[in-house]
Nanobody
């Protein structure tokens, strides 16, 4: 059974930084088409944050985080990390790691339905 293990959430002041990490247990990163991060704030739908696609080492970001968040892979540690800088109160949410085990059909992995495996989520709270 695939498990995605997330770490790195917490409480930070506005303008601060956090780094999230996601590790798939029992499988290497390269066994997936892409790895992504989504988030869900209270009373809101889950939304795309960032994705790393193995084909061409492409990264994609939601407009709301572009220029502030960076998604990277660490093959040595077998993790996909999300560096979050210049955090804002509106970034407060539960952040979920996801793994795409099948081709999306478009080559892009920015939709929830592009992913078959999900982590439990880690809370990120940004105080003003």
């Amino acid at each position: 059974q695939v498990q995605l293990i997330e770490s790195g959430g917490g409480l930070v002041q506005a303008g601060g930084s956090l780094r999230l990490s996601c590790a798939p247990s029992g499988r290497t990163l390269s066994s997936y088409y892409a790895m992504g991060w989504f988030r869900q704030a209270p009373r809101k739908e889950r939304e795309f944050v960032a994705a790393f696609t193995w084909s061409g080492d492409r990264t994609d970001y939601a407009d709301s985080v572009k220029g502030r968040f960076t998604i990277t892979r660490d093959s040595a540690k077998n993790t996909v990390d999300l560096q979050m800088d210049s955090l804002k109160p509106e970034d407060t949410a539960v952040y979920y790691c996801a793994a795409a085990s099948y081709y999306s059909g478009t080559g892009y992995y920015t939709r929830s339905r592009d992913y078959g495996y999900w982590g439990q989520g880690t809370q990120v709270t940004v105080s003003s």
